[in-house]
């Protein structure tokens, strides 16, 4: 099989078990706060402190295989978090003129995010 294929197969799978879990998620979070989605959030957070781990964790196994690789950052990260719905969910919380709403919805994703991946990397790296 070639290398391309493995690859391939390698983020169709890794994508399809985190776009499950984001999907799970949001079935469990998401009608619990009407303003916020919090199965988005959560799903964003996850990922940003897994991808944190990850980056930190890929650093200490350079043996790790190509395909691997693939299937943990772009396959289940990439299908775990969500930059369209985060801004699908800012853009309706917008045209609702729900400003504060908007603007927290935001930067708790923005910055949550950022914040869960240096967490994640410095639990991982320590």
């Known amino acids: 099989m070639s290398s391309t294929l493995i690859g391939l197969c ?6 399809a078990l985190g776009a499950c879990l984001r999907w799970g998620l949001g079935l469990a979070l998401n009608g619990m ?3 916020l989605p919090l ?7 996850l990922g940003g402190f897994l991808a944190g781990a ?5 650093v200490r196994h350079p043996e790790l295989s190509p395909a691997w690789r693939l299937f943990i950052t772009t396959g289940f990260l990439g299908g775990l978090t969500t930059f369209s719905t985060f801004s699908a969910e800012s853009l309706a919380l917008l045209m609702r003129g729900e400003m504060l709403a908007a603007t927290a ?12 991946a240096a967490l994640g990397y410095r639990l991982v790296a320590s």
Request: aromatic content about 4%; glycine content about 10%; hydrophobic content about 60%.
């Open 33 to 35: 706060q009407p303003t």
């Open 10 to 15: 390698a983020v169709a799978s890794g994508a």
């Open 105 to 116: 919805h935001s930067a708790l994703h923005l910055i949550g995010s950022l914040a869960a």
């Open 39 to 45: 199965g988005t959030l959560a799903a964003n957070l």
């Open 54 to 58: 990850a980056m930190a964790w890929l």
